[in-house]
């Protein structure tokens, strides 16, 4: 009987597998990092077959921990770093260069030439939803079929095959046979129009991107192949479920209906709302992009990113020494009442949205001489709720409605105190889940469906289950001094 889903996490520093049944009941889950390659100032590279093996290794560690036969895996989802952009020959899968990672800047210069061409950012905001920016798929592309000899010309050829990280592993996990992508990861391009769900001719042509090297656009939960030739694995497996690790965050958190909103807190944050059918252009500074397709029907969400969350934490650390473990953190905020006036703005590497600073920097206000360690390590988690009420506000104004409830997941969602600072700050509900891996959940929900294991979205809202609620007890007027207290101390920064 095949009852149960494999998830693959494929992320920017490792590769988590899961195995889960219908139920959510995890049956193993293991993570391996591997190798990161720093070529120059501003560039960050991935070797795609060091990804490729470590997944290979992690599935197979995952599959003895659970102590399964395989043959129960009904089917394999997969979610992944988004914008990290690989390019390989079609046949024998070899790539021409190392992965360029989301985080790589070597294409900013060619973007703020973009920039600089009349109506240009009007035009790619427009049918992408996004900002030109070296941070998506679409300049990184065109860098590598202009630096590597040939590339081009095979390219126009067919030879080759461009993908963000699904894609390769799709690539792999079917011997070659299968090149796709779901709609999630190519709205994070540059390359894809919003309406039409297609790659689009004009933005091609501006980014000079042969349409010979792209990867077919799919839904995010159907069968797109099926295993061949995976050690560890039978051949026949299907691979079903595709979401950019974000949109499958929002999807394993089961907001499904419009207005619904989740928070992943990491090193950074990443806030998505899911805005229904309608596609919502952002005056507030947001991104808008695909959520999820299934079937004929088609979700889109606002996108808000915070540059600091848990590295804020990671700082007090590493580089103040004031914490032993990033865990510590609350237990030291907790010695004192409030943060006794002093306010954090953790603008470490400059702010994200909706400011969008990227010259601003960390700013620390309102030290006294009664200023302890305590105040500070509380000032730190008021200064990521903070970043994250800006986020929220901003989305709200574009949706036209206030936010009702917020769910929430990653490292720092376990900090109660965050958590019951920023529900004040907010005014609205947060839910934090049982099960905090709610990417590799999502994209475990999205294969599922496609094969039966879950019948429909209502099935999944009955095995989501929330672990604690946090409502607002701050009194409106204390929120609201803090708030002018932060943007205050965020003009500055």
């Not at 193993?28 to 070529?39: R, S």
């Not at 032993?324 to 603008?347: H, R």
């Not at 400059?350 to 960390?362: I, N, T, V």
Request: hydrophobic share 40%; aromatic share 6%.
């Amino acid at each position: 009987m095949s009852d149960l889903v494999l998830s693959i996490d494929q992320g920017t520093t490792g590769t988590t597998v899961l195995i889960l049944d219908h139920n959510l009941n995890v049956l193993a889950k293991k993570n391996n990092e591997f190798p990161q390659y720093y070529p120059q100032l501003g560039w960050v590279e991935h070797d795609l077959n060091e990804i490729w093996s470590t997944t290979v290794k992690t599935i197979q560690e995952t599959i003895a921990a659970a102590g399964i036969d395989p043959k129960r895996i009904a089917a394999i989802g997969i979610t992944n770093q988004r914008e990290t952009t690989g390019v390989w020959e079609r046949k024998g899968g070899s790539p021409i260069h190392k992965a360029i990672v989301w985080q790589d800047r070597r294409t900013a210069d060619f973007c703020n030439k973009l920039k600089k061409k009349p109506g240009m950012e009007a035009k790619i905001r427009k049918k992408t939803g996004l900002v030109i920016d070296a941070y998506f798929s679409g300049t990184k592309v065109k860098w590598i079929l202009d630096n590597v000899k040939g590339a081009r010309e095979r390219a126009k050829r067919g030879e080759l095959a461009f993908g963000t990280i699904d894609t390769w592993l799709v690539f792999k996990l079917t011997a070659g046979n299968v090149h796709v992508t779901d709609v999630s990861n190519a709205s994070r391009t540059m390359l894809m129009d919003l309406k039409s769900l297609n790659w689009d001719p004009e933005l091609l042509k501006i980014l000079n991107v042969p349409k010979e090297v792209l990867p077919k656009i799919a839904s995010s939960s159907e069968v797109y192949g099926m295993t061949q030739g995976v050690p560890g694995l039978p051949d026949g497996i299907p691979i079903a479920g595709i979401a950019g690790d974000q949109q499958s965050a929002l999807f394993g958190q089961a907001c499904f209906d419009a207005g619904s909103a989740k928070c992943t807190f990491g090193t950074g944050s990443f806030i998505l709302m899911n805005t229904g059918s309608k596609i919502v252009p952002s005056k507030n500074k947001m991104l808008t992009t695909v959520a999820w397709k299934i079937g004929n029907k088609t979700n889109y969400a606002l996108e808000g990113s915070a540059f600091i969350a848990g590295a804020a934490v990671q700082w007090l650390r590493d580089g103040l020494k004031m914490l032993n473990g990033s865990g510590q953190v609350e237990e030291l905020a907790a010695k004192v009442p409030d943060s006794g006036g002093v306010t954090f703005v953790p603008a470490l590497v400059g702010l994200g949205a909706p400011h969008w600073r990227q010259e601003a920097r960390g700013l620390i206000s309102g030290l006294t001489r009664a200023t302890t360690q305590a105040h500070l390590a509380r000032a730190t988690l008021e200064g990521i709720a903070f970043l994250q009420y800006d986020i929220l506000q901003a989305m709200a104004k574009d949706l036209g409605k206030k936010l009702t409830e917020l769910k929430v997941d990653g490292g720092a969602s376990v900090n109660n105190l965050l958590m019951q600072f920023l529900t004040d700050l907010l005014r609205v509900k947060i839910v934090r889940p049982k099960m905090v891996e709610t990417t590799a959940l999502g994209a475990a929900f999205l294969a599922g469906l496609a094969v039966g294991v879950w019948k429909d979205q209502n099935d999944i809202r009955k095995s989501w289950v929330k672990d604690r609620e946090f409502q607002a007890a701050m009194p409106t007027a204390q929120a609201k001094q803090h708030v002018e207290r932060w943007q205050e101390a965020v003009k500055r920064a």
